[in-house]
């Protein structure tokens, strides 16, 4: 039982480069979402998905998109990347009553 | 709106000595709340969470908290600290149990010295 898998682990863009941050877990949660961390910030919601083909937006949503096709995979892309990008971002799904379980996260640098 | 309010960012305690790590809440409806810690270049990890039952709520490495309806509050002791304790700790809320709407505090990093 891996949990939730993020790939890659570490990543540098360059300004204007797309990509996408993979999300893959295995426990048939319905729920997951995106975050990013940020000293002194905590953890801001981009998107979440309630189950496949549902998605919406969560606090700090500009410049990324989601899509969940399947309840294993809930991708993110970034369509331009921009300094402000730079953060760790995590992937996370959640079982009522236990709360989220978070992917080891993505180090994003946007150069 | 919900909201969660961590009360220092920074917390140092010698080895032994009692952790407290402070978290006040804003809820309209009946919260859930949750913390959590992160250990240097890892995720999120539970340490424990109220869902409506007891009030006292005890989670892993000995850690626990308490829901304070009249104070808005659910901070997060332990009566003897660890070196292995130092990471950042963040509380959360949630007004649902669907989870799609978790808001985290900005963090509190917890420093033990020997």
């Known amino acids: 039982n891996a949990g939730v898998t993020q790939t890659p682990k570490f990543q540098v863009l360059k300004t204007g480069q797309s990509m996408t941050l993979q999300c893959a877990q295995d426990?048939?949660?319905?729920?997951m979402s995106w975050y990013r961390q940020d000293p002194g910030m905590g953890l801001r919601l981009i998107h979440y998905?309630?189950?496949?083909?549902?998605?919406d937006q969560g606090e700090v949503p500009n410049g990324y998109n989601v899509s969940r096709s399947t309840t294993e995979d809930f991708p993110l892309r970034l369509l331009s990347a921009a300094p402000s990008q730079t953060s760790v971002y995590f992937c996370?799904?959640?079982?009522?009553?236990?709360?989220?379980?978070f992917g080891s996260g993505t180090r994003l640098t946007v150069v | 709106a919900q909201s969660v309010t961590q009360l220092g960012s920074h917390v140092s305690v010698s080895e032994g000595a009692l952790v407290l790590l402070r978290c006040n809440y804003s809820s309209s409806v009946p919260p859930y709340l949750f913390w959590y810690v992160q250990y240097p270049n890892q995720g999120l990890q539970l340490l424990l969470k109220?869902?409506?039952?007891?009030?006292l709520v005890k989670g892993i490495n000995g850690f626990e908290a308490e829901f304070k309806k009249s104070e808005t509050s659910f901070h997060l002791t332990k009566p003897s600290a660890h070196m292995s304790d130092a990471a950042e700790y963040f509380c959360a809320v949630s007004e649902n149990q669907a989870g799609t709407a978790l808001i985290f505090g900005k963090g509190t990093t917890l420093s033990v010295s020997s």
């Open positions: 996370a799904s959640w079982e009522t009553g236990k709360g989220y379980t």
């Open positions: 426990m048939n949660h319905e729920y």
């Open positions: 109220y869902t409506s039952a007891a009030t």
């Open positions: 998905s309630v189950g496949a083909g549902i998605t």
